[in-house]
């Protein structure tokens, strides 16, 4: 089985703060994907990775870094968290190509 | 990708079968059709996928009309665990980042006793 876990399910973070979001898959899949998502605006892919040290900006990058050193881990970054991230962010990996993503539980970030 | 509609909430009872409907009349000939669901509050969870021949697996079964304008899942006997908003997502997979997944606004279904 295909297994992606998050480092956090709920986070509570303050604003400005730097926060870090862990996502580690263990399927040796290349391509990893962060998105959030939020309520009427359906699943947005913020950056995506499809190579160790490879990275490439989604939709919705502005305010968000990632980082990718090994293959099985992608992490991503808040540099300075504000309200409009609370959201609820999902990290998926898929082997690449018309493969299938495989989801995290996600981790429900609440920005104060 | 194309677009996809359905239908916003559905109702099922427990035990019996759960048909989901899913409209993709603009679907190309290289696009695959991909159902996910996504329990309430918990990361979307994958279930089954076709190209143009139904598929079965042990979650559920997927059919597609002949001219793949439409699909339709079944679960086929619907229980309380499956109680989740369900996406049906046509694309089409290429290498590298271009195989994000674009979630619309998907089927909220609920079983009952």
């Known amino acids: 089985d295909v297994k992606v876990t998050q480092s956090s399910r709920y986070l509570v973070k303050r604003t400005g703060e730097k926060v870090f979001l862990e996502c580690v898959q263990d399927m040796d899949h290349e391509n990893m994907f962060w998105y959030r998502q939020d309520p009427g605006l359906g699943l947005r892919l913020i950056y995506f990775?499809?190579?160790?040290?490879?990275?490439e900006k989604g939709d919705i990058p502005e305010g968000y870094s990632v980082s990718r050193e090994k293959k099985e881990r992608f992490s991503l970054i808040l540099e300075s968290a504000s309200t409009n991230q609370t959201s609820m962010y999902l990290c998926a990996s898929t082997r690449g190509g018309r493969e299938t993503q495989y989801f995290g539980p996600g981790t429900r970030l609440l920005v104060l | 990708d194309a677009k996809t509609t359905q239908p916003t909430s559905m109702d099922c009872a427990e035990g019996r079968a759960a048909n989901l409907p899913c409209n993709h009349s603009t679907i190309s000939g290289n696009e695959y059709v991909y159902w996910y669901r996504q329990i309430h509050s918990q990361g979307p969870q994958y279930i089954i996928h076709?190209?143009?021949n139904n598929e079965t697996n042990e979650m559920a079964s997927l059919i597609i009309t002949e001219d793949r304008k439409s699909s339709t899942l079944i679960l086929p006997h619907a229980t309380l665990r499956d109680t989740a908003v369900y996406y049906c997502i046509v694309r089409e997979g290429v290498t590298g980042g271009g195989n994000k997944l674009t979630f619309g606004t998907g089927t909220q279904l609920k079983v009952e006793l």
């Open positions: 076709g190209l143009k």
């Open positions: 990775s499809y190579d160790v040290k490879m990275k």
